[in-house]
Nanobody, 125 residues
Framework: QVRLMESGGDSVRPGESLRLSCAVS????????VGWFRQAAGKQREPVAS???????TYVDSVKGRFNISQDNAKNTVYLQMNNLKPEDTAMYYC???????????????????WGQGTQVTVSS
């Protein structure tokens, strides 16, 4: 059974950094596509970043240059390093995984079959 569990969310001030973690179990780590998504209050879930099975990242334009997605095979964990956080980054952040997604679908939430419960990030002065 595939399970994902996020952690690392917190309340921070603008300009600060956070690193989110997603602990993964139930599949051979590195063999799935993984993604980070977020959902702000009253808004639809939106993509943030993803890694395909060849470890190639994709980022939404609003986080390019500030966020970095990575995975540690030894720890079965996917990370989202978030720097220079802005109030508009405030949201519940979710990690997701799927065995295979074509490039056109890798940033589409509806294509992912496995999801964590989310971790809250709040950016406020």
């Amino acid at each position: 059974q595939v399970r994902l569990m996020e952690s690392g969310g917190d309340s921070v001030r603008p300009g600060e950094s956070l690193r989110l973690s997603c602990a993964v179990s139930g599949y051979t780590f590195g063999s799935y596509c993984v993604g980070w998504f977020r959902q702000a209050a009253g808004k639809q879930r939106e993509p943030v970043a993803s890694l395909d099975r060849d470890d190639r990242p994709t980022y939404v334009d609003s986080v390019k240059g500030r966020f970095n997605i990575s995975q540690d095979n030894a720890k079965n964990t996917v990370y989202l390093q978030m720097n220079n956080l802005k109030p508009e980054d405030t949201a519940m952040y979710y990690c997701a995984a799927d065995p295979y997604l074509p490039p056109i679908a890798i940033m589409s939430a509806r294509e992912y079959n496995y999801w964590g419960q989310g971790t809250q990030v709040t950016v406020s002065s």
